[in-house]
């Protein structure tokens, strides 16, 4: 038991000396700038892989929703369908901070690619 106890207080102890040793040494202002910057890129590298993968599950869908489409000859443009879709994108944006011009953006170019989706499996 006594053991167990000195050799908790030991690594206690080493834990607190390297605590201070890295107190203690100097980190210049660029170097902390850099680790803060580079943070923060990895947090965007993440969010931007998290984005690729949703972009990914929704055009899938959209594969799905175009063969249904297709079987059923409806047309691959459903304008006031994009329509509630942007509405909605919007809203949702703007409790986000994001402006309605960035949402259109994104949105126009996401139902751009849809729609080549579903004409392609049209076509097939």
């Known amino acids: 038991m006594q053991m167990k ?3 908790y207080i030991i690594a ?3 834990s607190c000396q390297g605590s201070i040793y890295a107190q203690s ?3 210049k ?14 947090q965007i590298d993440s969010l931007d892989k998290t984005l690729i ?10 594969k799905e929703i175009g063969i249904y489409k297709a079987k059923h000859n409806i047309p691959p443009l459903q304008a006031a369908r994009f329509q509630q879709v942007l ?3 919007i809203a949702a944006g703007d409790k986000e901070g994001l402006s309605a ?3 259109t953006e994104v949105l126009n170019a996401v139902h751009k690619e849809s ?3 579903e004409e392609e499996l049209k076509h097939k």
């Open 29 to 42: 202002k660029q170097e902390t700038k850099d680790m803060t910057l580079e943070m923060y890129r990895k």
């Open 87 to 89: 509405d909605r994108g």
């Open 53 to 62: 993968e949703v972009l990914g599950k929704r055009e899938r869908v959209v």
């Open 101 to 103: 011009e960035l949402i």
């Open 25 to 27: 040494v100097p980190v």
């Open 12 to 14: 206690v102890l080493l």
């Open 5 to 7: 106890k000195y050799n």
């Open 115 to 117: 729609l080549r989706i």
